[in-house]
């Protein structure tokens, strides 16, 4: 199980190239990916993407990528030696002519000759790639291995929910047959306080039977019994979309509370639907933080 909830960051090195990586992410019920990286690099974009999403299927993710070619840094001016050395002899042969001397050759062959040019580095489009995905990847296996560790914190507080959840189902389960017995010492207890009106025993057992099947849980029970053994099973799952699939189950495992609570007339198990559901939505606002 992962978060989707995480952040890594990197800083690589090397004798040509620098590359500082940045990555961040929260919940979200897609994949929304931003990369901000420089210019040099736009070539690389889909290629990016595709990285990220190989392994990151869901949530808002910001990726930058500060990249510095090394190379440019040491090497980026050149002057023309060729052209140099024809400017200086010009001016040396102009202050033999005019028996005047420049006070600063150097600095008015740099300053006004444009013998000083920006060296074009050609890029290596494949040595770059290699380089940014490979560091790319270095970066994903870090910001992976946080999320995985958040999502099994998660994971040890959804499991001590869903067992306050199921002692409470397994006491609605043993105290649902008082349901009717209740209803049949009231309704009797009533009856005998009316002597005016006569009724026969037939009477009430078929009113008896009528409020059975009416406040009857047994199948409620039986459907959270499985729904919170398939919760269990989703969360040792390592299937993607495990986030949506645990919301879907929550939902139902609610409805069930929900019809269980309508039907039965009962304070000791309306109590323990109620205890429920608040750790379904302790689960339910922690799930939505699953990838």
């Known amino acids: 199980m992962r978060s989707m909830t ?39 974009e889909n290629k990016i993407r595709t990285e990220v999403a190989s392994r990151v299927t869901r949530g808002s993710i910001d990726l ?5 070619d090394k190379r440019e840094a040491d090497n980026l001016f050149e002057y023309d030696k060729n052209l140099s050395s024809s400017y200086m002899k010009i001016l040396e042969a102009m202050e033999k002519d005019y028996n005047e ?43 992976i291995k946080m999320k995985e560790s958040e999502g099994s914190r998660m ?52 009113e008896i039977l009528l409020f059975t099947d009416r406040s009857d849980i047994s199948e409620e029970v039986s459907r959270l019994e499985s729904h919170l053994c398939q919760l269990k099973i989703e969360l040792d799952s390592e299937n993607s979309g ?3 699939k645990i919301d879907f189950i929550l939902q139902e495992i609610f409805r069930e509370l929900n019809t269980s609570g309508v039907k039965c007339n009962l304070y000791d198990i309306s109590k323990l639907i109620v205890e429920c559901k608040n750790e379904i939505e302790k689960i339910r606002e922690q799930a939505l933080n699953i990838e």
């Open 101 to 143: 001397n420049f006070s600063n050759k150097l600095d008015l062959l740099v300053k006004n000759l444009n013998v000083i040019k920006r060296n074009d580095l050609e890029i290596d489009e494949k040595e770059y790639e290699n380089f940014v995905v490979e560091n790319i990847h270095l970066l994903l296996d870090s910001f």
């Open 64 to 68: 930058k990528i500060d990249f510095q």
């Open 6 to 44: 995480g952040y890594s960051k990197e800083y690589v090195e090397t004798e040509k190239y620098a590359i500082s990586l940045e990555i961040k992410s929260v919940n979200n019920k897609n994949l929304n990916l931003k990369v901000k990286s420089p210019h040099m690099l736009n070539f690389l």
């Open 242 to 244: 495990m986030g949506k």
């Open 155 to 206: 994971k040890k507080y959804f499991l001590e929910c869903i067992s306050v959840i199921e002692k409470n189902v397994a006491q609605i389960k043993a105290l649902k047959e008082q349901i009717v017995i209740n209803y049949k010492e009231k309704l009797l207890e009533r009856l005998s306080k009316i002597s005016e009106i006569e009724f026969n025993e037939e009477a009430v057992l078929r």
